[in-house]
């Protein structure tokens, strides 16, 4: 059957979002509901995939068909692409399956030339309008389809207002757009050698290869990866009859949501500008009204849309983002889609909706963004250092949320201070653009002098969870000093501030905050989430304070204790070097009887912390050089501590050297070499609980005892007999039934092809799978970012394999080990305690091949509780 | 069925070498053979297996069943343990699966006491012959079953002499034995606190543990891991009626090999000690007679030997190596076993056995051990250098092939020397034992005083394919003062000396050594060899003097040209630094230039060396940090050669530093950050080819372009892009239909899990195999050193997995990629160049698995050639 690249809006539906795009479906939907939406067509995101299986071209079976379309829709419409009496003028906007607000381009005003905006002008009666609407053709045909920046126009256009001596573009005339389309077409000579195009059909190939193209741009192939959304996917193009919200006082343009998308109160909420086209909204560059200016001003308009809005959010069962145009006081749809929110604001609006008996608990839990919680789990002022802090300004509260960092001003720098320095940082900009994405990442907090609720700067912001204030009026920024100037105070790059994104307050200090724990809606969330969860959900804790954190998260126990990070205290690190520069096995000894109350007495904080939930402590893993100093100062001191010559101990370090530490001598090969060592942990550990279970008979311990870096059965055999021998003794000394287990980190690829046999000794698996990642791609983490950039900027990888789990190589180990261990011990417990024990999208992946449980940082908790209980729900469907 | 685990000799046969171990199948087949045997049980190599389970215990079980067999023996023999009219006395034996010769202990005349010793002493009215044995047993029974040093005894004997006046053992008359017999027990009751056992049972208990116990010796977990030789065999333990060579003159014992195992001259050849036992011959401690003695002086008994040889070598269709004892006259055997021979032997012999039409030219395949013919291949004098040589002095040309070095005088300074410093080393000893086998496998040669062609240190080197020198009678060796007198010639530590272990000479100087090549008997087997092979051998070579090599050796081709190495030389390395160094793509692209001429002529150099047999050429694989200079001179240097500043460059090499190299800026992952590197390479490769195409009309060459460290198929496809468009441009312009492929190295365990889509742009794999096993093992080639040694000694390891392909791990991967890369494109050309590529066991399973190639060193490709003859007769039974 022939492919079918091309749709009237009449032609699809909502439910063809793969084929149509986001925008595309939905306009399609508005249509068939009989909404007020201008005519178009849809060209699918397979022409797009077509187009760059072809080298980039447009072949001609898709040209002809798109062709075949432009006639119907000057049938449809009895307008003419470039007839002088009746023209019919488009917008090209892009739309991919899931939604990239900013992302990629879109062109205006399509269809005008010399001679069709001549006629239009005479047509609408309103020539400023006119030559208005071509020259922002010109100036977004020439930026997106040519690569003509914008601030050659605008620069144009300040020369223009200068030379007119007035403030606002608003105070140009008809003569002066004129004089600017002029401008810029010559600009547009200059900068790339040919003519503006004429030719409306001409006008219209050019904008939709560069949709096409735009799916490939940097800004893009961030976000996607950022958002984990795959390259093959491409982006369908729109094709719509213009309507015009800058045709004089009764038009305008708004955006708006059916609920507040930072609180999620049920209540429209939107921003709306007179005589604007919908970028000026967007764009942040005037601050426009609320929608109560709409209401008071054309209540019919207002009562329309509302309707409209609370019909859309009731069909899709999800908070609607709209925008909408007024031409001449008629109201036109121009695209729906389930709106952006703040973490707060989803939690809302699911419980809301509940309440509502619009969906069900479990269509609850499944319409919320895991990740997006993670918002709500930043740290909040301390209640006491916000008492006394004053505020000096305050602006939109765009994304809530505290953040305290040294101010920057420009995105490169805070990538530079975050990245480099390590510092944390505030990003204070006029307006945000799509270039700033990365620096905006790497910030504490956003602050902007313009834009409002929906700039640019405030959905981009709520995206990351990443605490926002925008459109703050009076903040005067100078760039070049790297200074700006609020409530009369100067604050440098540098300088401490502290912004709430709930409230909207700048204070100029730093101010301290705190954790922020489970109540509300959240809570009634988590709850719902554990109903249906299958996998428990442990945390990742070193410490009784860490391990406090995540009960209060929701935690059901410890994944991975990870034992050196105690060593690493001052305090401890001299016994620490004692056992490592120990030349014969009593000495070692000695060293360790040091350790070992010190790491008893860790276990029995944390056992204490984790209130008889299960606890995994996995045996010493880092090289023993890790412990040692590095430089002549650090080394000279710690000789004269052990009593030893500068220059032997320096012969220790020499040996203990390692080329690829990684690979190198760490893991269950320490104590294959240092067998003490394991006894001492193990005895730790067992002493522990043995203390802990005395002082809480109600309590049923039953310690983990996890054995890293295990490749082959019979390390993990040696390491276990040291363990059961050590174990056993000193239980039946205790006099009590104390039961343990004996289990082992998957995390080098032979111990999934071989765990069967590793499942003979081991009663429970854990995947590393942050060392699993490593080895199976085959390069170190902390190297990676020499090669890695280059491999994002040219669609190698899409995503950080570190971050989220790569299914189709690393997943294949899992699963396989997974298989194999249960094939040889059905019952063997199951979990993974690497960094993707927090991510949604592996978290999915760890349900369906069958894990006990995923562990993630204590701030994480929650969050994959909520993931857990979407791919529990998932794999029942 | 209950389990038997003792055989009386009449009970086993040849066949039952698993359970018997190769000296009790072989006696029990002597013995069914009607040859005189001593009577005899075997104890099964299960029982040592069940010992070890039951932790070091023999159960009740077994202990019951060699009472038992004690008894037959007593009732078969009429001798009766402890009896003091008849006593029994045995000798206890252990004897595993394969030879592991010198590596377990011997037990000999066990059953002697004092009331024993006495009466045997009237009854072969030979009192010297009776406490000399006596002496013997006390000496044996303490080192071996109780750890108490041969050293404490012998110093006694010294003692003994130098009170006597006299110089030989041989002068001690019987009283001094008694005396000496005295001695001993009193020192082992000093060395373990307890009396000596006077009780044959006890004693026999203590002899059989002890032989289980020395299965776990580290000498023999090192010979097992350096021969392939698995820990769960286990030893079985021979028990045999004691026959005497040393009650006096008419008696005596000997070693022998059917042919010569130095030369496989058919012509019997050992050697015989007059009243001795064996432990003296095999000892070396007094050289003996060759087997004309025993003719000249006993005819008959020669006669009957001579036919039992013959009789035994067609029997088992290979060379035997026979113990047997004159006990007054009558000759009794007492072992025979397949001989280790000389590489030159085991051909000359097996090309004899097919004239003499004993074996077909396959059997003769199969019975050749292809790693030996490494000491063929190895460097021999060089014609014209050894002419003006004159030697300082001669010893037996215990193992042929020249050798020269630096005189060590221990196995640990040979290790140290050649290990740590990187020399080339001789080791000159007194006379070897076990434990100085490592030092053995790290020299060149090995020079000892004392010892025949059967001693410790002839048999170890003629296995390891080092050359030997033993019995240089002349040699004074001053260990403590590091030096020896031979010749007139003081020669120190460090002095270099050469050797010809072909002739025994030995020469006071360094003497050029050159290259072997295929000639006579190694000729025809390679041939033979060829005819049944399946897999092609190609070699790894980075110039056109190791492909000649490679190609006398009969390589079919390059499976590895490693283009890296070429930047190294001094010329190049500047052009190589200037491209690293290059801040733009333009600089970069102008150090390149610079470097194509050079990188083009080497390929030219290559594929003439190759003579139209295919080359493989692997695109740049190091982190360019490799290249770049470490020492503070050296940059500044470097700095004023790049017309750079010192600070400048310091920050190139800080930014290019990385904490894991080998998981670091690598491989494909430099060509996706500097695609002009690829661009580069293909061109050189593809314009080499060209070039030499034209000049040789009647080859066919097809380059064949390999990237490196690929994980991901979008990996290569973008690489595979950047070559295809470099190349089919040049090949357009020269008017050539040149074919070239593009294919993969397979060497991250990510590539083998994903190899299917991989496949489908790859029109080759060739295995990585070191780089897969370093990754699929999470251990560092280069720091596994540090804790390899311990996972030997705990029994964790048995044999290196980079000289040995792990099967069971890194194996599953490539029987993994091998079936993905199939399914996906049947007819993919699979090959491996790593180090396994040598390897005859790693070869077995290559073939199985079914690749087109192995590709290893030139000097290994013999080796390989064989191997894969054997692998493809073995896959066809």
């Not at 080298?55 to 040209?63: A, T």
């Not at 609607?320 to 989803?346: C, P, S, V, W």
């Not at 975050?418 to 940082?425: D, P």
């Not at 500068?646 to 690979?663: R, T, W």
Request: proline share 4%.
């Amino acid at each position: 059957m022939k492919k079918k690249y091309v749709y009237l809006f009449t032609e699809g539906n909502g439910s063809m979002r793969e084929l149509l795009g986001g925008k595309g479906a939905n306009l399609a939907e508005m249509t068939n509901l009989g909404m007020p939406v201008p005519q178009g067509f849809t060209i699918t995101t397979e022409a797009c995939t077509q187009y760059y299986n072809d080298g980039e071209i447009i072949n001609d079976e898709i040209k002809s068909e798109i062709m075949h379309y432009i006639a119907e829709m000057e049938k449809i419409t009895g307008k003419k692409f470039g007839d002088i009496d009746n023209p019919l003028l488009v917008s090209v906007r892009s739309g991919s399956r899931a939604s990239m607000p900013g992302m990629m381009d879109t062109i205006l005003n399509l269809g005008l030339n010399e001679q069709v905006v001549e006629s239009f002008a005479k047509k609408t009666n309103n020539p400023r309008f006119a030559y208005d609407s071509y020259r922002r053709f010109i100036q977004m045909y020439s930026d997106v389809v040519m690569d003509v920046g914008k601030s050659y126009f605008e620069k144009l256009i300040d020369e223009m207002k200068e030379k007119k001596g007035v403030k606002h573009d608003t105070e140009l005339d008809a003569d002066d757009h004129k004089e600017l389309a002029r401008l810029f077409k010559e600009e547009y000579k200059n900068k790339t050698g040919k003519d503006f195009p004429s030719d409306p059909i001409e006008q219209l190939f050019g904008a939709i290869k560069a949709v096409f193209r735009s799916w490939n741009n940097p800004r893009a192939i961030y976000y996607r990866r950022m958002n984990d959304i795959p390259s093959s996917w491409g982006t369908a193009v729109n094709v719509q009859e213009m309507v015009f919200g800058n045709m004089g006082d009764s038009s305008g343009t708004g955006v708006a949501f059916s609920r507040n998308p930072a609180t999620g109160e049920a209540k429209l909420y939107g921003e709306f500008l007179m005589n604007a086209q919908g970028e000026d909204v967007v764009a942040g560059v005037r601050t426009p009204h609320t929608l109560d200016y709409l209401k008071e001003n054309n209540p019919a308009v207002y009562e329309q849309f509302s309707n409209i809005a609370s019909t859309l959010e009731k069909h899709y069962k999800d908070m609607q983002d709209m925008e909408f145009t007024i031409e001449q006081g008629k109201l036109y749809m121009l695209q729906t889609r389930n709106g952006k929110r703040t973490a707060a604001a989803a939690l809302k609006i699911a419980c809301d909706f509940v309440k509502e008996g619009l969906i069900t608990e479990k269509e609850a839990i499944m319409m919320l963004e895991p990740k997006q919680l993670d918002a709500l789990l930043h740290p909040q002022f301390d209640a006491e250092a916000i008492k006394a802090a004053e505020p000096i300004g305050s602006g939109l509260p765009a994304s809530p949320g505290a953040a305290c960092g040294q101010v920057v001003f420009t995105a490169d720098d805070a990538k530079e201070w975050s990245v480099n320095k390590g510092a944390r940082v505030i990003l204070v900009r006029l307006e945000t653009s799509p270039e700033d994405i990365e620096g905006m990442y790497c910030a504490e907090g956003i602050l902007t002098g313009r834009g409002g609720m929906t700039s640019h700067a405030a959905v981009v912001a709520r995206g990351m969870g990443t605490c926002c204030i925008s459109g703050c009026s009076e903040l005067k920024i100078n760039e070049e000093a790297k200074e700006f100037i609020l409530g009369g105070r100067t604050i440098k790059e540098g300088d401490w501030i502290s912004l709430d994104g709930s409230t909207g307050k700048i204070y100029g200090e730093a101010i301290k905050t705190v954790e922020a724990s489970l109540s509300g809606d959240l809570n009634t969330i988590m709850k719902w989430a554990d109903q249906f969860r299958t996998m428990n959900v442990r945390t990742n804790a070193d410490t009784p304070k860490d391990a406090e954190q995540a009960i209060r998260f929701g935690a059901e126990g410890i994944g991975l204790c990870r034992t050196e990070h105690m060593f690493f205290e001052p305090t401890r690190i001299i016994a620490m070097r004692e056992m490592i520069v120990s030349k014969t096995e009593e000495q070692r000894r000695a060293a360790l009887n040091k350790l070992l109350p010190m790491q008893r007495s860790d276990f029995e904080g944390i056992y204490e912390a984790m209130q008889g939930y299960p606890v995994t402590i996995r045996l010493l893993d880092p090289p023993l050089h890790e412990f040692l100093p590095k430089d002549e100062k650090d080394i000279i001191e710690l000789a004269k501590e052990m009593k030893i010559e500068v220059a032997e101990l320096k012969g220790i370090i020499h040996s203990l050297h390692e080329f690829n530490p990684m690979m190198g001598h760490r893991g269950c090969r320490l104590v294959i070499s240092y067998p003490e060592i394991a006894e001492m942990q193990a005895t730790a550990i067992i002493e522990a609980a043995i203390n802990i279970q005395k002082k809480h008979p109600e309590w049923n311990l039953v310690p983990e005892i996890m054995i890293p870096l295990v490749g082959d059965v019979r390390e993990l055999k040696y390491v276990k007999n040291i363990i059961v021998k050590t174990a056993d003794a000193i239980i039946e000394k205790s006099g009590i039934n104390l039961k343990y287990m004996v289990g082992t980190m998957i995390e080098i690829p032979r111990a999934c092809l071989i765990a069967d046999e590793i499942a003979k000794e081991a009663e429970f698996f854990s995947f590393g799978t942050n060392d699993l990642t490593q080895m199976t791609f085959g390069f170190s983490r902390d190297d990676a970012g020499a090669f890695l950039d280059a491999y994002y900027a040219k669609n190698i990888y899409e995503n950080d394999p570190f971050s989220r789990l790569d299914q189709n190589g690393v997943g294949k180990l899992v699963k396989m080990a997974v298989e194999r261990g249960k094939e040889e011990r059905p019952n063997i417990k199951l979990g993974i305690c690497g960094e993707h024990g927090g991510d949604p999208s592996s978290i999915e992946f760890f349900q369906k091949v069958g894990l006990n449980y995923v562990s993630c940082s204590p701030f994480r908790v929650p969050i994959a509780r909520l993931a857990a209980a979407q791919a529990a729900i998932k794999s029942n469907i």
